[in-house]
């Protein structure tokens, strides 16, 4: 029996530093309201490079391996040099791979990062070769045996996986918590409700709660309320999830369980690279919950691993321990706003 199994893609990383790149603010747009440019054309020198590993599922399981959970990777991966890399990576993190699938006949995940030093804040672009996991085919016997399952992006059959996600919950008294990656959000309200209303812990940015939020055309937000964390996160609520919680990058983030709408500050570490930033934030948030179910105190594990990771290169480094983020509560002050 595992406490927890996170569920999504596993890939091989390459982060690419880089000064030549150029913001571009595009407010008119409110699911895209910064660019990354570089000269058409140009080749771009970087004089720092440094391989790493990422994918939802084993980010995720970094963390809760971490803080001590019984965890396993479900993904799927080739059998090429970077599949055998990441099985060694997360063997090395006491992190169960028996669950993992190998297809012979695909390359394993691979993203390039290209982390904008321009800016000095760690902001970054991601191009990303999902690879094996897009045909990860959920078995259900394969996840029955956990207390709670860690859902983070899918592709292909995504949605026959979700089917069996829910089913297995209900069968077997699972918790769900769920970071729906680009093609969930992009299915908007219609497509992700059936899942919503079973899930406990319901984790997004502010963009994809945006998308999400005007993808339902009879209650979506006008343009004075939809750049509202607080009025998206009540409009995400209403739609059935136990808890939802909403990043908003430099100003923190929300928590709401219907009754408690909390918001934590952004961590104070120096950022050098947000690769995993996400993956880092929901699984710390999702330990402490776990771990003391508290609001308020899931927040702090939620900023304060995330911050450990934005302040190291890659998406797996600066992660905590429950010792290491117990010891820095008192740095995080949580406001109430209801």
């Not at 965890?71 to 099985?87: E, H, P, R, T």
């Not at 009540?234 to 908003?248: E, M």
């Not at 120096?270 to 699984?283: I, L, N």
């Not at 710390?284 to 594990?301: H, M, N, R």
Request: charged residues 25%; aromatic residues 6%; contains cysteine.
């Amino acid at each position: 029996m595992f406490d927890i199994i996170t569920i999504g893609g596993a890939t091989r990383d390459i982060t690419f530093l880089t000064d030549k790149g150029r913001v571009i603010d595009t407010p008119e747009n409110l699911t895209e309201q910064q660019l990354l440019g570089f000269e058409y054309g140009a080749k771009i020198r970087s004089e720092k490079v440094r391989m790493n590993f990422g994918g939802g599922a084993c980010n995720s399981a970094a963390t809760f391996a971490k803080m001590g959970f019984r965890v396993a990777s479900y993904c799927k991966i080739g059998n090429d040099d970077n599949g055998k890399s990441i099985l060694a990576n997360l063997r090395e993190k006491k992190i169960s791979t028996k669950l993992i699938q190998t297809d012979p006949n695909q390359n394993s995940g691979f993203s390039f990062v290209i982390v904008n030093n321009r800016e000095n804040d760690g902001d970054r672009v991601i191009f990303t070769h999902k690879g094996a996991s897009d045909d990860l085919e959920i078995q259900k016997n394969a996840i029955k045996k956990t207390k709670w399952i860690y859902l983070t992006a899918l592709a292909g059959k995504w949605k026959d996986n979700f089917i069996k996600v829910r089913e297995v919950m209900e069968e077997n008294g699972i918790k769900l918590a769920w970071n729906p990656g680009a093609v969930q959000i992009k299915a908007g309200k219609k497509g992700l409700i059936g899942l919503i209303k079973h899930t406990d812990i319901l984790i997004v940015n502010k963009d994809e709660a945006i998308e999400l939020v005007q993808s339902d055309k009879k209650n979506h937000l006008d343009e004075k309320n939809i750049n509202d964390a607080e009025q998206l996160i009540s409009v995400l609520k209403s739609w059935g999830a136990a808890i939802v919680v909403i990043t908003d990058g430099k100003n923190g983030a929300y928590i709401f369980d219907g009754k408690n709408l909390l918001k934590a500050p952004a961590s104070a570490h120096k950022r050098v690279d947000t690769t995993g930033a996400g993956d880092s934030f929901g699984s710390g948030l999702v330990s402490g919950y776990i771990l003391t179910g508290d609001l308020e105190q899931a927040l702090k594990f939620g900023v304060l691993n995330s911050g450990g990771v934005v302040s190291q290169y890659g998406a797996q480094n600066g992660i905590m321990t429950k010792q290491e983020a117990e010891k820095q509560m008192n740095r995080i002050e949580v406001k109430r706003i209801i």
